[in-house]
C-alpha cells in the first residue's frame, strides 16, 4: 500500500493537530530512538542465533 501526496498530507496535519508544533519534534526524535534501538536488538538477536547454530555444528560434528 503506497501513500499518495493527499495521505501524508492529511498524516502531517493530523499529527500537528493531535501533538502540536512543540510536541512533534520530541515525538520524531523518540520515534528515531525506539526504531534505532530496535534495529540494534535485532541485530545482537541474529549474531545470538548464529552463535548458537554454530555451536549446535559443533556439537554434531
Same mark, same amino acid.
Given at each position: ?9 492529511? $498524516? ?5 493537530? !493531535?501533538?502540536?508544533?512543540? &510536541?512533534?519534534? +520530541?515525538?520524531?526524535?523518540? $520515534? ?5 534501538? !530496535?534495529?540494534?536488538?535485532? &541485530?545482537?538477536? +541474529? ?15
Amino acid at each position: 500500500m503506497r501513500f499518495g501526496k493527499a495521505e501524508i498530507l492529511l $498524516l502531517i496535519l493530523l499529527a500537528l493537530i !493531535f501533538f502540536g508544533g512543540g &510536541k512533534l519534534g +520530541n515525538v520524531g526524535k523518540s $520515534l528515531g530512538k525506539s526504531i534505532k534501538e !530496535f534495529k540494534e536488538e535485532i &541485530k545482537d538477536n +541474529n549474531k545470538e542465533t548464529v552463535k548458537k547454530a554454530e555451536s549446535d555444528d559443533k556439537e554434531k560434528a
